[in-house]
Nanobody, 127 residues
Framework: QERLVQYGGGVVQAGGSLRLSCVVF????????MGWFRQIPGKEREYVAA????????YYADSVKGRFVISRDEYNNTVALQMNSLKPEDTVVYYC????????????????????WGQGTKVTVSS
């Protein structure tokens, strides 16, 4: 089973940028995609972005499209989320999601379609 370790996060001013990284240990051969989700305590987990290992095709939630960029490094088994033009409403805990066996891109917005998770990283955007 995959084990995910997240790096990055912190405090940034509105309009600034921040980069999150996720390292995959024991990458599963049946894992076709990685994703990023975010969650406010007590609220439902929110889809942010996803990427296919093969080809690096990117998918984004409308709320972050044009501001965030997801990427992957197949050799180093890492996935990153570059967050630009950050807004106060982006303040939340971000989670790296891995080991999705789904082929259909529409499945990536559902956290139940991922089988491994990072420990979570807090991002705070000040106004």
């Amino acid at each position: 089973q995959e084990r995910l370790v997240q790096y990055g996060g912190g405090v940034v001013q509105a309009g600034g940028s921040l980069r999150l990284s996720c390292v995959v240990f024991g990458r599963s051969p049946s894992a076709y995609a990685m994703g990023w989700f975010r969650q406010i305590p007590g609220k439902e987990r929110e889809y942010v972005a996803a990427i296919r290992w093969s080809g690096g095709v990117q998918y984004y939630a409308d709320s972050v499209k044009g501001r965030f960029v997801i990427s992957r490094d197949e050799y180093n088994n890492t996935v990153a989320l570059q967050m630009n033009s950050l807004k106060p409403e982006d303040t939340v805990v971000y989670y790296c999601a891995g080991d999705s066996p789904r082929y259909w891109s529409g499945a990536y917005s559902n956290p139940e379609n991922f089988r491994s998770w990072g420990q979570g990283t807090k991002v705070t955007v000040s106004s």
